[in-house]
């Protein structure tokens, strides 16, 4: 069983920046792909950033790219989003997720394990 857990999350105003962790309780958490999702009030959760298991190869969304970066320490089992130039429209309650297995590019359905999601709310 994966459990992970983000933190980081809070109010901001536009133009700042916030960086979010997720700690995950698994030995396997260094060859896993991880990835990070958002979802606003009353939209469906969508695709943020994604990493491999080595952290050599990674991958935006088109809204956050050039703004966001996401890294993983593997020695302290952490994922993390860093996120520069933070909009209104990036307020949203942010997961992190956990691959089930390794993938090309993986799929929403391919992360089978969630967090329990942090909230981030950028006023403008």
């Known amino acids: 069983q994966v459990q992970l857990v983000e933190s980081g999350g809070g109010l901001v105003q536009a133009g700042d920046s916030l960086k979010l962790s997720c700690a995950a309780s698994t030995p396997t958490f260094s060859r896993r792909q991880m990835g990070w999702f958002r979802q606003a009030t009353g939209k469906e959760r969508e695709f943020v950033a994604h990493?491999?298991?080595?952290?050599?190869?990674?991958f935006y969304a088109d809204s956050v790219k050039g703004r966001f970066t996401i890294s993983r320490d593997n020695a302290k089992n952490t994922l993390y989003l860093q996120m520069n130039s933070l909009k209104p429209e990036d307020t949203a309650i942010y997961y992190c997720?956990?691959?089930?297995?390794?993938?090309?590019?993986?799929?929403?359905?391919?992360?089978?394990?969630w967090g329990q999601g942090t909230q981030v709310t950028v006023s403008s």
């Open positions: 990493i491999s298991w080595s952290g050599g190869s990674t």
């Open positions: 997720a956990a691959a089930s297995g390794i993938y090309a590019v993986p799929r929403i359905e391919d992360y089978a394990y």
